[in-house]
């Protein structure tokens, strides 16, 4: 015998609430550092190294590539 699942029924203003307290950049349009701190691009750095080589480089994002496939 299956139950019904629990499902709570949110006023979607109260939930748009919610979520631009829980995420302040979306109207301040800074991130807090501690939420995206900073990384190094691995790749850069290495592209950076073959501009002198004379060879066509191309770089794709990842999300792009899995648009492709």
Same mark, same amino acid.
């Given at each position: 015998?299956? $139950?019904? =699942?629990?499902?709570?029924? /949110?006023? &979607?203003? +109260?939930?748009?609430?919610?979520?631009?307290?829980?995420?302040? %950049? %979306? $109207? $301040?349009? !800074? /991130?807090? =550092? +501690? !939420?995206?701190?900073?990384?190094?691009?691995?790749?850069?750095? !290495?592209?950076? +190294? $073959?501009?002198?080589?004379? !060879?066509? /480089?191309?770089?794709? &994002?990842? &999300? &792009?590539? +899995?648009?492709?496939?």
């Amino acid at each position: 015998m299956t $139950t019904p =699942r629990n499902r709570i029924r /949110v006023d &979607e203003t +109260e939930l748009l609430k919610i979520l631009y307290n829980h995420n302040p %950049w %979306w $109207t $301040t349009g !800074k /991130v807090p =550092r +501690e !939420k995206a701190p900073a990384f190094k691009r691995r790749d850069y750095y !290495k592209i950076l +190294e $073959t501009l002198n080589d004379h !060879k066509i /480089v191309a770089m794709v &994002e990842p &999300e &792009e590539l +899995e648009k492709q496939l």
